[in-house]
T-cell receptor
Framework: QKEVEQDPGPLSVPEGAIVSLNCTYS??????FMWYRQYSRKGPELLMY????GNKEDGRFTAQVDKSSKYISLFIRDSQPSDSATYLC????????????FGTGTLLAVQP | GAVVSQHPSWVICKSGTSVKIECRSL??????MFWYRQFPKQSLMLMAT?????????EQGVEKDKFLINHASLTLSTLTVTSAHPEDSSFYIC???????????????FGPGTRLTVT
C-alpha cells in the first residue's frame, strides 16, 4: 500500500464548476499537508499548506484536512481554464529531514 | 521571493556520458536541498536529501555512485548523473528549504525541472 493515494484522473469539468480533489494516507505521523499545482513540464508550485486538521481558505481555493480519517481535500471554486494542470498532494511528518511524500497527482482539465 | 532555478532546463546526452544539473536558490539561503525524479504521468520520487556541507542522504534504491550530489553552498546544489543510460531519461526536479523565520522550514520551493534524454 502506498503511503499516499491520489486518483490520477483525468478530471474534466466545465468552466465555473466546483472541483474537489482528494488524497488519503496511511501514516499517522504526517502533520503537514500541502497541495501543489504543476503545469506540464514545469516544477510544482505550492498552492496551499495546512498544519494538522482543519480548513484553510485562500481566494478560490480551500484545503481541508481530516486527520481522524486520514483524508485531505482541495476545493477549487469558480474553476477557470487556467486552473487546468496536475494537482499533487504532499505530506510530511516534519522534523529535521522535512521529507515530503507525494501523491501521484490528479490531472484536471477545465473546459471553457 | 523563494525562487529556485535549475540549469539546464533540457539536455540530451549520449549513453555512457555524464551530465551535471545545477540547482540554485536565488533569494534565500537553502539549508536543505532535495532532488526528485519524475517519470511521465507519475509523481515525484525523492532521490536524495542534501544539507549544505554534508554528504547527501539517498533514498532506498537510488545508487549514490551513479547520482552524485554536491551541496557546496547555501545557494547551490548539483546533481551529476554518471555513465547515463536511456533508462535514466526523466524529469529531474530540485527543491530547496530555507531557514525558519523567513521561510518556514517545512515548505519546499521547487525549481522548474531539467528534462534529461539519454540516447
Amino acid at each position: 500500500q502506498k503511503e499516499v493515494e491520489q486518483d490520477p484522473g483525468p478530471l474534466s469539468v466545465p468552466e465555473g464548476a466546483i472541483v474537489s480533489l482528494n488524497c488519503t494516507y496511511s501514516n499517522s505521523a504526517f502533520q503537514y499537508f500541502m497541495w501543489y499545482r504543476q503545469y506540464s513540464r514545469k516544477g510544482p508550485e505550492l498552492l496551499m499548506y495546512t498544519y494538522s486538521s482543519g480548513n484553510k481558505e485562500d481566494g478560490r481555493f480551500t484545503a481541508q484536512v481530516d486527520k481522524s480519517s486520514k483524508y485531505i481535500s482541495l476545493f477549487i471554486r469558480d474553476s477557470q481554464p487556467s486552473d487546468s494542470a496536475t494537482y499533487l498532494c504532499a505530506m510530511s511528518a516534519g522534523g529535521a529531514t522535512n521529507k515530503l511524500i507525494f501523491g501521484t497527482g490528479t490531472l484536471l482539465a477545465v473546459q471553457p | 521571493g523563494a525562487v529556485v532555478s535549475q540549469h539546464p532546463s533540457w539536455v540530451i546526452c549520449k549513453s555512457g556520458t555524464s551530465v551535471k544539473i545545477e540547482c540554485r536558490s536565488l533569494d534565500f539561503q537553502a539549508t536543505t536541498m532535495f532532488w526528485y525524479r519524475q517519470f511521465p504521468k507519475q509523481s515525484l520520487m525523492l532521490m536524495a536529501t542534501s544539507n549544505e556541507g554534508s554528504k547527501a542522504t539517498y533514498e532506498q534504491g537510488v545508487e549514490k555512485d551513479k547520482f552524485l550530489i554536491n551541496h557546496a553552498s547555501l545557494t547551490l546544489s548539483t546533481l551529476t548523473v554518471t555513465s547515463a543510460h536511456p533508462e535514466d531519461s526523466s524529469f529531474y526536479i530540485c527543491s530547496a528549504s530555507g531557514l525558519a523565520g523567513v521561510r518556514k522550514s517545512y515548505e519546499q520551493y521547487f525549481g522548474p525541472g531539467t528534462r534529461l534524454t539519454v540516447t
